[in-house]
């Protein structure tokens, strides 16, 4: 059966593009372009896996949508994702367990994400 | 109230004793930066003992007498020097020659009392000091403010550039490897996606440029009577062709001129800003009104447009850098985000202000107020660039 994914971000190109490259690759998506939209979707597709944007309206709405899928399902593992420099700022890619486990996400992918890399992550994260 | 700790550093006791005793309920209040200084006063009666002190919690101000039994004055300084403490040094001494001056000024030492000295010669002493110190951190304070707003900005602005871009090499990617197989249609929607980020990003650049013209303040500012009837038909005349494709009608309410003394380059972005985004933000045959009415002091600029309104909530943050609202209405749109931050900060300069009305459904109203003749300096220089 086909794996589900359920992707959040404020930016509907990056929803489509992504949602059309992971359909093409055999995923099954549904795609939310706000927190509140997420975690509808949430309930409704239920999905093996989120992929969660950052920054969206707010600053930290990836934290919080994060934060309440691990409060309702906490076995669907959480990528986030964001576009912010890790130069100039969160360096994602280095953050510690401790880090990790406060944020409650599983997985970090700097954007733009390549689709072999985030198709990667998905398979490290969900089983079978 | 803030705390300075000081150190006195003498050798004779009487010293030590008359300089905590003048300074224990002395406070200084330093104007500029609007705080009141009290004194925490510890001593030492050797260079020696005072740089023990030193290296447990180093002191704000240290009184240090140059000819003591061991160590110098001027030793004491170079070693302080050495251990790379910023603290801010008075020496005290006898031997008040000019050469003595000069070497501990050389060495870092702020001021020189000779002595002996009245408690009131001290205390006018340690004012200067305080003032200094307070002033000092405050301008520290202020830069490390101004940094990180920069950092902020430049973060914020990383993200406003890669994803545009990113959104734009994943269609080319998906168009490329023809992910979609035959469905030409579905590629052309791309395609116009494609056109819409990249030319927000376009647009983007536009507005820092602009952004940066006027916060950089090293351009000078042409100040000099202009007439905001000529730039607002400029502004109207700019969107008309894209109006007239949507059947927008833009209406500008003035007869006579409204002359105020300003740069007429930013006073046309103002208007360019405002029209363009009553526009932009307008629906299909809907109406722009642009109400110009000034008195002796004040110019309103007011631009209306029947769009899609926004909610308390947008309101509130919408002169902020890269604010954009986002909504199925807006999707579509290219913006940078910078355009009405832009715009506060022209009116800033002007003495003025935002504001805007609305209501969800119906449109808004912007509004901005300019003073006429606002006094005509660089942005950056004399008091107005920091109201």
Redesign the interface.
């Given at each position: 059966m086909a794996k589900r994914i359920l992707l959040v971000d404020?930016?509907?190109?990056?929803l489509?593009?992504?949602q059309?490259?992971l359909e093409?690759s055999g995923y099954e998506v549904t795609s939310a372009?706000s927190v509140d939209k997420g975690l509808e979707a949430l309930e409704q597709c239920q999905p093996d896996i989120a992929v969660v944007d950052l920054?969206m309206?707010e600053q930290d709405d990836g934290f919080r949508l994060c934060y309440h899928i691990k409060k309702k399902t906490p076995t669907v593992p959480v990528i986030m994702v964001?576009?912010?420099?890790s130069e100039?700022?969160f360096d994602f890619g280095a953050a510690t367990e401790e880090e990790r486990r406060w944020i409650k996400a599983d997985g970090f992918l700097a954007?733009?994400?390549r689709?072999e890399q985030l198709i990667r992550e998905v398979e490290r994260l969900v089983e079978g | 109230m803030d705390t300075l700790r000081v150190l006195v550093v003498d050798d004779e006791l009487g010293i030590r004793h008359s300089v905590s005793r003048a300074l224990r309920d002395f406070t200084v209040v330093v104007p500029d930066v609007d705080v009141e200084v009290g004194f925490a006063v510890d001593s030492a009666a050797s260079g020696e003992e005072a740089l023990e002190k030193i290296d447990e919690q180093a002191p704000d101000v240290l009184l240090l007498d140059h000819q003591m039994g061991g160590m110098t004055g001027i030793e004491v300084i170079e070693q302080i020097a050495a251990r790379e403490l910023s603290i801010l040094t008075v020496m005290i001494t006898a031997f008040a020659t000019i050469s003595t001056a000069v070497r501990a000024t050389k060495s870092g030492a702020f001021d020189f009392v000779p002595k002996p000295f009245t408690p009131a010669e001290l205390k006018e002493t340690v004012r200067k000091a305080a003032a200094h110190l307070m002033t000092q951190r405050r301008a520290r304070q202020m830069a490390e403010e101004k940094r990180r707003v920069r950092f902020e900005f430049i973060r914020v602005l990383g993200h406003e550039l890669k994803a545009p871009l990113g959104a734009v090499e994943s269609y080319l990617t998906i168009i490329k490897n023809r992910t979609l197989g035959n469905e030409l249609d579905a590629y052309d929607q791309m395609i116009d996606r494609c056109l819409i980020r990249t030319e927000g990003m376009g647009k983007l650049i536009l507005d820092l440029l602009d952004m940066t013209r006027i916060e950089s303040g090293q351009k000078v500012r042409e100040v000099r009577e202009i007439n905001v009837l000529t730039l607002a038909r400029s502004a109207v005349e700019n969107v008309a062709p894209v109006a007239a494709d949507r059947g927008i009608e833009v209406i500008l309410h003035c007869e006579e001129d409204v002359l105020m003394l300003g740069d007429e380059g930013e006073i046309q972005i103002v208007l360019n800003n405002l029209v363009s985004n009553a526009v932009k933000y307008n629906r299909d045959g809907g109406r722009v009104d642009v109400r110009l009415n000034c008195d002796t002091e004040i110019v309103d600029i007011a631009v209306s447009d029947t769009g899609f309104g926004l909610s308390s909530e947008d309101r509130s943050r919408l002169f902020n850098d890269f604010v954009r609202i986002k909504s199925e209405n807006t999707r579509d749109i290219a913006g940078s985000g910078l355009g009405l931050s832009i715009v506060k900060k022209i009116s800033d300069l002007y003495e003025g202000s935002c504001s805007v009305t609305s209501e969800l459904g119906v449109g808004s109203t912007f509004s901005v107020s300019l003073n006429r003749g606002v006094s005509l300096e660089n942005p950056n220089n004399g008091s107005r660039g920091d109201k």
């Open positions: 404020d930016d509907v190109d990056y489509a593009t992504l059309v490259q093409a372009d920054m309206q964001t576009a912010v420099m100039t700022g954007k733009p994400v689709l | -």
